[in-house]
């Protein structure tokens, strides 16, 4: 059985309001009735796998637990991370976890930030990626780009047709240009964020790549205690370690890449200009205008409107190009093209605060 690890530590400032500090994104109802956690967790429930892992911080722990309850989910383990040094360290202890174990044991690492409706597809391109990964290739996800995104890591392909085909070349969030050229050369994925690979190849690709870490994370997992049930990694040897992603710290130089095709939706929502582009998929209009139970738009045209409180009426008359979103104690107005400045309203909040 593959054993699934869920990153749920990130924070997702750019979802501002309704993605706050103590409840980011991942966690909130965005898209449906469920959370993106929930639906992640869920996609990687079943048959072929096992109970699953979660990565996590402290301040989540009990959201996570109560998400995981909500859904019919036993989680196999809830793992504290002393301190965010982004996702290579976190998976690297997934790693040794299953390791410990079995060794040539299967793990999926996925974002719990993705929308990706067709969750039978999303098994298909699991089943496929099954094989190489078996035979200690780290196999990544591809998704057919459509824009020249810079927040993304690409995937240059070594070979053509359907099936899993060696990676020439991984870049991670490359800059415009570069995102640009490798968009019109028509031979680059995007990473979808989600690795499938045995234990051990993870473990030996760090002791190529990044060695740095290795004795830390062992000794943090060495001194982890359970913790009313979470396993509290250990803060002394964690906190010294790089910040990192494993885009960067593993990705990037490893040379036993695989890419699995995956062709069906799929959608990071980074930002409030993914989450409009998700709901006019799900509902298409004319007028690309899109609002919620509390929101009414008079002649408005491009234009997102959402209240996620009930107490909050908000209504758009004559907008163009504009996106509403409120809280209960939040409002953001915002022209549609800045949707990836919102991170600064929460700096300048904290700057004053
Ligand atoms: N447990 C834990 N600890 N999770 C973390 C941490 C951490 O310190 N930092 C981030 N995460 C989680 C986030 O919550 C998210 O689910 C996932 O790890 C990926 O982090 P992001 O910060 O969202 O990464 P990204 O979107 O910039 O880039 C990655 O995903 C892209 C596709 O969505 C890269 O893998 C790119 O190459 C890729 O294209
Ligand atoms: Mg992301």
């Not at 979808?192 to 234990?199: D, E, R």
Request: glycine fraction near 8%.
């Amino acid at each position: 059985k593959i054993t699934p690890v869920l990153m749920a530590g990130g924070s997702g400032t750019r979802l501002w309001p309704v993605s706050r500090k103590s409840f980011p994104k991942q966690f909130a109802p965005l898209i449906g009735d469920q959370t993106l956690f929930q639906a992640s967790a869920r996609r990687l429930a079943g048959p072929d796998f096992a109970d699953p892992v979660v990565m996590t911080n402290a301040d989540f722990r009990f959201i996570v637990a109560e998400q995981l309850d909500q859904v019919g989910i036993k989680p196999g383990a809830i793992v504290i991370e002393p301190s965010g040094r982004n996702t290579a360290p976190a998976i690297l202890v997934a790693a040794l976890m299953v390791a410990a174990k079995d060794p040539d044991g299967l793990l999926l690492v996925a974002p719990s930030d993705h929308v990706i409706p067709d969750d039978a597809a999303f098994a298909r391109a699991v089943r496929q990626g099954v094989g190489p990964a078996s035979e200690g290739r780290i196999v990544t996800f591809g998704i057919t780009p459509d824009r020249p995104e810079t927040g993304y890591g690409y995937l240059e392909l070594g070979g053509q047709g359907d099936g899993p085909q060696p990676l020439t070349r991984f870049v991670e969030k490359p800059d415009a240009a570069t995102a640009a050229r490798m968009l019109s050369q028509g031979n680059f994925l995007w990473n979808a964020g989600i690795f499938l690979f045995q234990a051990d190849a993870m473990i030996e690709a760090f002791r190529v790549h990044a060695p740095d870490y290795l004795s830390p994370v062992l000794a943090a997992l060495d001194q982890a205690r359970d913790d009313l049930g979470f396993l509290r990694l250990a803060k002394g040897p964690w906190d010294g370690l790089p910040d990192q992603s494993i885009d960067y710290a593993v990705m990037e130089k490893a040379d036993n890449l695989t890419v699995v095709r995956f062709s069906e939706r799929w959608s990071d929502l980074g930002g409030w200009d993914a989450v409009w582009r998700e709901a006019l998929l799900e509902a298409p209009s004319d007028t690309g205008v899109v609002t919620d139970r509390n929101s009414t738009a008079i002649d408005c045209h491009d234009v997102l409107l959402r209240s996620d409180s009930d107490d909050l009426q908000v209504v758009g008359i004559g907008l163009t190009d504009v996106m509403v979103v409120a809280t209960a104690d939040a409002v953001l107005v915002a022209d549609k093209s800045r949707a990836q400045d919102v991170r600064h309203a929460v700096s300048a909040l904290k700057a004053r605060g």
